[in-house]
């Protein structure tokens, strides 16, 4: 059975269109998109309407996490010595407790505008190291958590095999993490063979320092041309660069490109230390981009080269990776802050003349590049995507008495407090009024966990 809903205005083809119909089929997807069309008959939705976004990578664990790495405890405080602090967390974890923690973000993603998760997961085994009796255990309690919220899943077991590029083997605090080409693959295959409703997986590679030429070799095998996404983590930092070119004799991005071939399945994670040929090669390719600008701005990780790769038409998704922020109004405004800040100017994403509009151009560049890292077709308000939107509250802060066409503008740049009204995944609601429909009870189960993970600390 059909649903009908109705939009005065709708972000459609990268515009606002006035009059829009929006008819959602049996299965949950987009049946007709009917512009200038009347509201006859159709559920009337209360304000601006957009398309939502894929988040492109998480890691849901560390929703525990955000918020208590903020003091520094040494001179050299950066991305290494959070990820020390962050083991510690990751040590503890159980499969109930994991649950409960993604649940909560995954609730908060729903509220912030995403309606699909990446989830780059590597935290697979008991504690010992050891595997659980069913060793998708934690994949499973991802499973859960998004069907708790009602939020889309791609799950991305991760190869996880050394602690640096010389290194043979993992370190002690890693052990919940190791696994190889084979393990990934069988894990992959089993949440697909499950068909859960609004869950799939692809394959996920930590980053050519924890997989080497040999492990990326063999899980290409077992991936072949099967039409699964694969993510990597590549050029976070500087002494990851360093310790590649020491390596290899070349750049992540270059040594990816010339040894690996990557194609458009391929999603490399942060990219945020290039040089132009790097990105000129990653173009050639057709893989896409996942940037993270709230976490990198956490970690000091620096900013990438945002004019280079908009230029290059690489396709860019955004990220919450390590959950310090979960909107995407907030994700793509520290995009182009970060860019301003570091570049001395403004409207850094913009393209004058042709899209002069920075949120619009980033905007619209996430939902053209929502579909590939979730392993989709396609994605937005478009015939054949999953009914997934959002609707603007028109009395919200940033919205208030603005011209309709500076709807974007004033959600992603000029909001305070909560701008999305209702969210819907396959025609579904999942938020209303500002508010998830279950937060209360998703919100108490997390604050136990909570309590019982960091109570001794208080």
Request: with cysteine.
């Amino acid at each position: 059975m059909s649903r009908i809903f109705f939009a005065e205005r709708a972000w459609v083809g990268g515009a606002w269109r006035r009059g829009v119909r929006l008819t959602v089929g049996a299965d949950g997807g987009w049946q007709a998109i009917d512009i200038g069309a009347p509201a006859d008959g159709a559920e009337r939705l209360a304000g601006p309407v957009l398309p939502s976004l894929v988040d492109a990578h998480s890691h849901a664990f560390q929703r525990a996490f955000a918020g208590l790495a903020e003091t520094r405890e040494r001179a050299d405080d950066d991305f290494w010595s959070w990820r020390e602090r962050m083991y510690g967390l990751a040590l503890r974890l159980t499969p109930e407790q994991l649950h409960a923690i993604a649940a909560q973000l995954y609730v908060e993603l729903l509220e912030g505008g995403y309606t699909q998760v990446c989830e780059f997961h590597y935290l697979h085994h008991a504690a010992d190291g050891t595997a659980h009796a069913d060793p998708y255990a934690m994949s499973w309690a991802l499973a859960d958590a998004a069907a708790d919220a009602g939020l889309g899943l791609t799950v991305l077991p991760v190869l996880y095999a050394h602690a640096g590029f010389a290194q043979p083997g993992l370190r002690a605090e890693q052990r919940r993490f190791a696994t190889d080409a084979d393990w990934v693959w069988r894990a992959s295959r089993a949440v697909n063979a499950a068909r859960r409703p609004l869950v799939n997986a692809g394959v996920a590679l930590h980053s050519l320092r924890a997989a080497h030429a040999a492990d990326v070799d063999a899980l290409k095998a077992h991936v072949g041309d099967a039409d699964l996404p694969i993510h990597i983590h590549i050029a976070e930092q500087p002494q990851e660069v360093a310790d590649c070119v020491k390596a290899t004799g070349q750049r992540p991005m270059d040594y990816l490109c010339t040894r690996f071939a990557p194609d458009a399945r391929w999603q490399l994670v942060h990219a945020t230390h290039s040089v132009p040929a790097e990105i000129a090669a990653v173009a050639r390719s057709g893989a896409g981009v996942v940037l993270c600008p709230g976490t990198e701005a956490n970690l000091g990780d620096g900013a990438c080269d945002l004019p280079g790769w908009l230029a290059a038409s690489v396709p860019l998704s955004i990220g919450s990776d390590s959950q310090v922020t979960r909107g995407v109004a907030e994700e793509l405004r520290w995009l182009e802050y970060g860019q301003r800040l570091a570049r001395g100017q403004r409207n850094i994403a913009a393209a004058p003349g042709r899209e002069p509009a920075s949120a619009a151009r980033l905007f619209e560049a996430c939902v053209q590049a929502s579909a590939a890292p979730a392993g989709f077709a396609c994605w937005g308000l478009a015939v054949g995507a999953r009914a997934d939107f959002l609707v603007l509250d028109p009395q919200a802060s940033g919205l208030l008495g603005l011209p309709a066409e500076h709807a974007l503008d004033g959600w992603i740049f000029a909001s305070q407090g909560q701008a999305i009204r209702d969210v819907y995944v396959a025609g579904a609601p999942r938020v209303r009024g500002g508010r998830h429909v279950d937060a209360a009870a998703v919100a108490a189960r997390f604050a136990a966990v909570m309590d019982a993970l960091w109570s001794a600390s208080r």
